[in-house]
């Protein structure tokens, strides 16, 4: 293994160990949060809406769950992490060290994307012992579940480079993050909506995200799968492009 390697694998370790030492905190909340939810909308509307586009409400949800839970995890984590050692002082030293601008990004995004993955994984069994939940499209939904995994990684560590003070994190997780995702479609269909509700669902980005990982369990989407996974990479991309930029120019991480 060569010293980059080495480097590297230390700083994603580093990554990993932080949210298993408060795993009841980073892995069990969200999981019981997806458990309330299967449970409430489960009981509360899946007696009152049979099936949407044929399929069992609470199996037309969980998809959408999933990757709610995938995307928030892997936000938080790096959002937090970032700041919390902005404030520590020990970014700088990272930004000093041998290792480069792209180990240490590559190691902050897979410690978010890995605890987004631990729950969304655990999300999936829990929900598989609820109820038959297929996998129509296994290439599809990995693709999707990767890209939006990394997405939001990105997403985080950018929130992380930019914020000052916890505040900031929370207020985009708050008042961006999480009505994105709620009124993306994770919870109906955007066909059930009134206009202009439906056309302005089209404008959320989320909700291609969700179609295509609803795609990847279900067989169904209500967008193009092929447009939403070009999009999705070249937006992942995009912002692993800036965010690089960021660490490299230490831009907001150097006293």
């Known amino acids: 293994m060569t010293s980059a390697q080495i480097r ?78 902005k404030f520590q002082g020990a970014i700088q030293d990272q930004l000093s060290s041998p290792a480069s601008p792209r180990e240490l990004l590559l190691a902050f995004s897979l410690g978010g994307f890995s605890r987004g993955l631990v729950v969304a994984v655990l999300t999936f069994i829990a929900a598989a012992l609820l109820v038959d939940l297929p996998v129509e499209s296994p290439l599809v939904l990995l693709a999707a579940l990767f890209l939006v995994g990394f997405f939001f990684s990105q997403l985080g560590v950018l929130i992380g480079v930019r914020a000052e003070q916890f505040d900031d994190v929370a207020i985009a997780q708050t008042f961006i993050l999480q009505p994105l995702i709620f009124l993306g479609g994770v919870f109906y269909s955007a066909a059930l909506l009134p206009e202009p509700f439906q056309t302005l669902t089209h404008f959320n980005p989320v909700y291609y995200m969700i179609n ?7 067989g169904f989407s209500e967008a193009s799968v092929a447009l939403s996974l070009l999009a999705l990479a070249a937006a992942t991309a995009a912002l692993f492009a800036v965010n690089l930029r960021l660490f490299t120019r230490g831009y907001k991480l150097r006293a």
């Open 212 to 218: 295509l990982v609803r795609y990847g369990f279900l």
């Open 8 to 85: 590297f694998f230390t700083l994603w370790r580093r990554e990993m160990n932080r949210f298993l030492k408060i795993k009841k905190q980073t892995i069990g909340a969200p999981l019981l949060e997806t458990f309330l939810y299967v449970s409430v909308f489960g009981a509360a509307l899946g007696t009152r809406i049979d099936t949407l586009h044929g399929f069992d409400y609470v199996v037309f949800v969980i998809p959408g769950l999933i990757m709610m839970a995938w995307a928030i995890n892997s936000f938080s984590n790096n959002a937090s992490s970032i700041l919390q050692q």
